[in-house]
């Protein structure tokens, strides 16, 4: 069975419309934009893990424990610091978690790593590399996204590079990395709108606030230290997401 979110053929070219939307260079999403034209009801949020940024000698247990928790779309491995060697030996039995139970494999920034591993795709940040070359190294089926800080002109460039979702964020503050982008919810309203591309939003998201960016219009919530640090442990975490969500 294929991870649940690829989505296997090519996504349509964006029309020209909304390349003039962007050239209207607004400070931030007009108001009622996507009240004004959102046609369709919009699927559920899911829930995008990432791993922390080091990873203790339990952690392949505390991963089986978050996803069999409940649904989850996809794990990210992002590991700083260590050699693709260290990161390739680290992957392999997580790689094997996430494939028995259906949940998308996704390397952080190295595309070559992701050919090497076999994973199911990869995550590139703006200085990763271009999404073609990741298509072109990983095939037609990989599941490719980008890092779009607050920006509307990269996620349209990402998404005419063929890129599978685009990531915006940080949405609040956050410990588990250092960022220097704040994204407005308003953001995955107006893709949402113009864009058939799924979106995720990351940074400082937890369950109290995810519900809120779900409804923004998030496709994925992605979160590491909200369930990683939870004090009650991963499943607990994850349980409470879930519930965020499904409301």
Same mark, same amino acid.
């Given at each position: 069975?294929p ?6 053929l ?5 029309p ?6 962007d050239?209207?260079?607004l400070?931030e ?12 009801p919009?699927d559920?949020a ?7 940024p080091?990873?203790?000698a339990?952690?392949a ?13 996809a794990?990210?491995?992002r ?9 390739a030996?680290?992957?392999e039995?997580l790689?094997?978690?996430c ?5 998308a494999f996704?390397i952080n920034?190295?595309m070559? $790593?992701?050919? #090497?591993l076999?994973?199911? =795709? &990869?995550?590139?940040?703006? %200085?990763?590399?271009?999404?073609? *070359?990741a298509? /072109? $190294?990983?095939? #037609?089926e990989?599941q490719? =996204? &980008?890092?779009?800080?607050n %920006?509307?002109?990269?996620?349209? *460039?990402?998404? /005419? ?8 964020g ?6 588990t ?13 107006w ?8 979106s ?8 109290a606030t ?12 992605a ?16 349980w409470a ?6 409301r």
């Amino acid at each position: 069975m294929p991870p649940p979110f690829l989505f296997g053929l090519p996504l349509p070219r964006f029309p020209a419309y909304i390349a003039r939307m962007d050239d209207l260079d607004l400070p931030e999403v007009p108001e009622g934009f996507v009240e004004r034209f959102a046609q369709e009801p919009r699927d559920p949020a899911e829930l995008y893990l990432i791993s922390p940024p080091e990873l203790d000698a339990g952690f392949a247990d505390r991963l089986k424990a978050a996803l069999d928790a409940g649904p989850v779309a996809a794990f990210q491995l992002r590991l700083k610091g260590p050699d693709d060697h260290a990161i390739a030996r680290a992957a392999e039995p997580l790689q094997t978690i996430c494939a028995d139970r259906d949940v998308a494999f996704i390397i952080n920034d190295s595309m070559a $790593l992701a050919k #090497r591993l076999g994973a199911d =795709g &990869v995550h590139l940040g703006q %200085s990763d590399g271009d999404p073609r *070359e990741a298509r /072109e $190294l990983l095939g #037609r089926e990989a599941q490719i =996204g &980008v890092t779009c800080h607050n %920006s509307r002109h990269l996620a349209m *460039e990402a998404g /005419e590079a063929g890129a599978d979702y685009v990531a915006f964020g940080a949405f609040y503050p956050t410990a588990t990395k250092d960022v220097s982008h704040r994204a407005d919810p308003a953001i995955l309203g107006w893709w949402s709108v113009v864009s058939p591309i799924p979106s995720v939003a990351i940074g400082g998201i937890t369950a109290a606030t995810a519900a809120e960016i779900a409804k923004a219009g998030a496709d994925f919530i992605a979160v590491s230290g909200a369930i990683w640090n939870d004090p009650k442990g991963e499943a607990a975490a994850v349980w409470a997401f879930l519930e965020a969500l499904a409301r």
